[in-house]
């Protein structure tokens, strides 16, 4: 089945792609967030001309070839331009067969354990532990991740005194209800304040914590792994798929965190899954915005069968990212009961709002 034409929609902060196949089925995508018109150049200059008029007879095998025809330029925003054609083909997949996307990879049902994710260094201890006991009770959360230090601080606090306090409001707020805490810092600490940080979190309460050194130093990190007794996890910056191989079989960490959309999208999310289950290791995906990438992962994390204990979600308001995301699909993801429920349309079972697009820069590439 041949892509017959592909557009793309882009705002400042994400960008749709669309992709028409020659049976008539339209797909859409979204490339990774974050400076969406570079990545939007990238995906014109790169990945649409080499996809377009292809045939796509299975898409993980498509995105690797491609990838391989831009041997020179591995790096992030080819990557991130990729995830763009590559979560369009796989809605346009789950269309063709009249199932939605997480079926198509294999799972049971689209209720998704999700845990509540906090995006905000500026919220004091009290304040947060209040939320969180606020979303518990609304949505069920039994999970919840807030920030420690400052991101990529060289470890230096949000404020003064700010860590220890969060860590120690949001524990007891809870009076020792099963909770999972999780926290993440962002690559903020070199290994020996790590330490001395993941040993103050753990004697608070929390399970799991992220990103403690700066992502590229494996040594550091993996020095942090094994000198703790709580979960290290990280890796959603990477999105080279053999530094993935020595992460986990070096046991970088305990836990790995990619981003789908950093990595290039859905059929790379999985390579990286099949190499965290060599290892026995679980996944949890990173997806920290209001975009499509948590519902990309919230299908996928369905499917796997080395998914860690939850998926996160954000759950910050508008203010935090660009308002507008907040009317860039529908119908929205609803939490209850703490998961996701996914609506079970074919595809992703979402259609970018009319708002949005009309809001958005427009190009196209058609099969001459």
């Known amino acids: 089945m041949k892509i017959v034409k592909i557009e793309t929609f882009t705002q400042s902060f994400v960008a749709l792609v669309r992709v028409t196949m020659e049976d008539g089925i339209v797909g859409i995508g979204q490339m990774s967030p974050y400076h969406a018109d570079i990545s939007t150049d990238v995906f014109h200059r790169f990945v649409a001309p080499a996809a377009i008029g292809r045939s796509v007879d299975g898409i993980e095998q498509l995105v690797e070839d491609i990838f391989s025809e831009t041997l020179k330029f591995p790096g992030t925003f080819m990557c991130r331009a990729m995830a763009g054609l590559d979560t369009a083909l796989w809605d346009a997949a789950g269309k063709r067969a009249g199932q939605p996307v997480y079926v198509l990879l294999g799972a049971d049902g689209g209720n998704v354990p999700v845990y509540g994710s ?207 995301l907040r009317e860039l699909f529908e119908p929205a993801v609803v939490v209850r009961d703490g998961k996701a429920r996914l609506n079970g349309e074919p595809g992703w079972g979402i259609q970018p709002t009319r708002t949005w697009l009309e809001a958005a820069s427009y190009r196209a590439l058609d099969l001459e």
């Open 118 to 324: 906090s995006m905000c260094r500026k919220i004091g201890p009290d304040e947060e532990a209040e939320r969180f006991l606020r979303l518990r009770d609304a949505h069920g959360f039994q999970s919840f991740k807030f920030r420690v230090g400052r991101s990529n601080g060289r470890n230096q606090d949000a404020w003064p005194g700010r860590t220890p306090a969060i860590a120690d409001a949001v524990c007891k707020a809870f009076n020792g209800d099963d909770i999972r805490f999780l926290a993440d810092g962002n690559s903020c600490y070199d290994a020996e304040n790590a330490i001395m940080v993941g040993r103050m979190l753990a004697d608070a309460g929390v399970h799991q914590f992220e990103e403690p050194c700066p992502y590229w130093d494996y040594d550091a990190t993996r020095t942090v792994r094994e000198a703790l007794d709580i979960d290290v996890s990280g890796g959603e910056q990477d999105n080279y798929l053999p530094a993935w191989s020595y992460m986990v079989r070096s046991n970088v960490v305990d836990i790995c965190q990619p981003d789908l959309c950093y990595l290039g999208g859905v059929s790379r999310a999985l390579a990286v899954a099949r190499i965290a289950a060599e290892q026995d290791k679980a996944i949890v995906f990173h997806a920290a915005n209001d975009s499509l990438v948590t519902l990309f992962s919230l299908h996928v994390f369905a499917s796997l069968p080395n998914a860690g204990h939850a998926c996160e979600f954000n759950i910050e308001g508008p203010e935090y990212h660009d308002p507008l």
